[in-house]
T-cell receptor, first 111, second 114 residues
Framework: DVKVTQSSRYLVKRTGEKVFLECVQDMDHENMFWYRQDPGLGLRLIYFSYDVKMKEKGDIPEGYSVSREKKERFSLILESASTNQTSMYLC??????????FGQGTRLTVV | AQTVTQSQPEMSVQEAETVTLSCTYDTSESDYYLFWYKQPPSRQMILVIRQEAYKQQNATENRFSVNFQKAAKSFSLKISDSQLGDAAMYFCAYRGGANSKLTFGKGITLSVRP
């Protein structure tokens, strides 16, 4: 089974802090994605990566950056956390034309 | 840009009954994939069913089946013999053939009445 692990299930950070959300997959998938999920808005794509050191902006990249130094790890970075970034963050991976596999989500609260 | 629309935010079904969740999408591509994902309270997104656009036959997975109407750009999910464990949020999603991005609808919350 594919395993996608997000480093934290719940996280509380202060406004202005630099926040790292980590995602690790164990199946050598090329594609990795970061989504945020908000009530009434569904899942929106923040950033994705086709390969190591490759990244592309999704639909809502403002206020976020990403890092993929190793194939199995994809990090989402909030350079200066703000309260409007309070949300559920979901990491996903995919290989080829197969379906995407998701992590368990990180519920981030910025106070 | 591709869009996915789930117009009903909530639905309810009696246990053992059948329910249909609606989804429409907009695309100019001819080669694409459609998915239904389930998100229970545990938050883990689980693939329910997938449909390749080039296949005319509707996908089926046990109690779950789809009604794929390509011309109408409609992709509804039918859940037969509903069970309490089916209560969850359901998301319809689209992925283009040459595009690895997965576009989601806003989701629908399904409750199952015992």
């Amino acid at each position: 089974d594919v395993k996608v692990t997000q480093s934290s299930r719940y996280l509380v950070k202060r406004t202005g802090e630099k926040v790292f959300l980590e995602c690790v997959q164990d199946m050598d998938h090329e594609n990795m994605f970061w989504y945020r999920q908000d009530p009434g808005l569904g899942l929106r794509l923040i950033y994705f990566s086709y390969d190591v050191k490759m990244k592309e902006k999704g639909d809502i990249p403002e206020g976020y950056s990403v890092s993929r130094e190793k194939k199995e790890r994809f990090s989402l970075i909030l350079e200066s956390a703000s309260t409007n970034q309070t949300s559920m963050y979901l990491c996903a991976t995919r290989q080829g034309k197969a379906e995407a596999f998701f992590g368990q989500g990180t519920r981030l609260t910025v106070v | 840009a591709q869009t996915v629309t789930q117009s009903q935010p909530e639905m309810s079904v009696q246990e053992a009954e059948t329910v249909t969740l609606s989804c429409t999408y907009d695309t100019s591509e001819s080669d694409y994939y459609l998915f239904w994902y389930k998100q229970p309270p545990s938050r883990q997104m689980i693939l329910v069913i997938r449909q390749e656009a080039y296949k005319q036959q509707n996908a089926t997975e046990n109690r779950f089946s789809v009604n794929f109407q390509k011309a109408a750009k409609s992709f509804s999910l039918k859940i037969s013999d509903s069970q309490l464990g089916d209560a969850a949020m359901y998301f319809c999603a689209y992925r283009g053939g040459a595009n690895s991005k997965l576009t989601f609808g806003k989701g629908i919350t399904l409750s199952v009445r015992p």
